[in-house]
C-alpha cells in the first residue's frame, strides 16, 4: 500500500460538474531500472485542502492514483486496473492498527517462552505474520538540508539529502513555495497530507509495539515534505548499491478550473478495506 502511495503522480479528468480553481503541475518520470530509461509524462491536481497524483505509465503496480482529501481526512487509492479503491481514514487506521496490536501481543506472549538463544530467530520469523503486508523494521529517515543552490528548470532551488544509516536513498531540489503558480496554496494541502501519513505510521507503529517496525523511510517523499521548506522541483531516488533508480522533475505549474469530481473515486469503482477484502 505505501508503496503504491509514494510513486503516485498523476491525475485524470471529467466533465459535467461545476469547477473551482486550482493548480495543475506537469511532472516528467524518468524510470532508470529499465535501458535505456523510460519517461513519461504526469500530472498532479491541487485545489483548496485537496490534492490528485497518480502513478506515471509503466511505473509501479500496475495504473492507479492517490486522492488526498484534506477536507475529510482521508486518502483514497484507486486501482484502475481491478476498478476498486480504498479509503483510509482515521476508522480504517484504527481498525488495521488493532489488529497490528492484536498479532504484536500475540507474538509477545509466545516469545516468552522461547530461549534467550533463540529469540531473535523466532520473533523475526513471527514477524511475517503481522498483518495487511506491513513494512518490514525500518530505521528512521535523517532529511538534510546542504545549502548547495542551482537552477533547476528555471526555479532557484536548494538541494535537501535523505539518508537512512548514513546511506543516501533521495536527493530533492527544492525552490521556495512562492516561486512556484499556487504553490502558497498548495503547501497547505501538501503538509496536511504530510501529516496524515506520519500519523498514520505513528498508529500502526504504536501498535506494534516495537515488533514491527515503520520507521519514517516508510513515508517516502510524504515524510519529506514534513523536513523540507519548499515544492520539490526534482526528486531523485537511488538503490540499495548507490545507482539512480528513478526521477521526477516538475515541467510546468498552470491555473485551471478543476471538477469537484476530479477529488472523487471513479463512479462505479468497488470500495474495498485496507485488508483487501
Not at 151 to 175: A, F, H, M, Q, S
Amino acid at each position: 500500500m505505501t508503496r503504491r502511495i509514494l510513486m503516485a503522480l498523476c491525475t485524470t479528468s471529467m466533465l459535467g460538474l461545476p469547477s473551482s480553481a486550482g493548480v495543475v503541475y506537469e511532472i516528467e518520470v524518468k524510470d532508470h531500472g529499465q535501458s535505456p530509461a523510460k519517461t513519461s509524462e504526469t500530472e498532479m491536481a491541487a485545489e483548496g485542502r485537496n490534492l490528485k497524483m497518480g502513478i506515471a505509465p509503466g511505473q509501479g503496480d500496475g495504473r492507479g492514483e492517490m486522492i488526498f482529501r484534506g477536507d475529510r481526512r482521508e486518502m483514497v487509492v484507486v486501482d484502475h486496473d481491478e476498478q476498486s479503491y480504498v479509503v483510509i481514514d482515521e476508522a480504517a487506521i484504527q481498525q488495521l492498527a488493532g489488529q497490528v496490536s492484536q498479532v504484536a501481543d500475540q507474538m509477545a506472549e509466545a516469545l516468552k517462552n522461547v530461549p534467550e538463544d533463540q529469540r531473535a530467530l523466532v520473533e523475526k520469523m513471527m514477524k511475517q505474520r503481522m498483518p495487511a503486508r506491513q513494512a518490514p523494521e525500518a530505521p528512521a529517515a535523517d532529511v538534510r538540508r546542504t545549502g548547495e543552490r542551482a537552477d533547476k528548470n528555471g526555479y532557484p532551488c536548494v538541494k535537501y539529502e535523505v539518508l537512512v544509516e548514513g546511506r543516501r536513498i533521495r536527493e530533492l531540489w527544492v525552490t521556495d513555495w512562492g516561486n512556484v503558480e499556487g504553490g502558497d496554496e498548495a503547501r497547505d494541502a501538501f503538509r496536511e497530507m504530510a501529516e496524515f501519513f506520519s500519523e498514520m505510521l505513528d498508529a500502526f507503529s504504536d501498535a506494534a509495539g516495537g515488533l514491527g517496525g515503520f520507521g519514517a523511510q516508510d513515508g517516502g517523499i510524504f515524510a519529506d515534505m514534513k523536513e523540507i521548506d519548499g515544492f520539490p522541483v526534482v526528486t531523485s531516488g537511488f538503490g540499495g548499491d548507490g545507482s539512480l533508480e528513478d526521477e521526477s522533475a516538475l515541467r510546468s505549474a498552470r491555473r485551471q478550473a478543476i471538477d469537484p469530481a476530479e477529488f472523487e473515486p471513479p463512479a462505479g469503482y468497488k470500495r474495498r478495506s485496507m485488508l483487501g477484502q
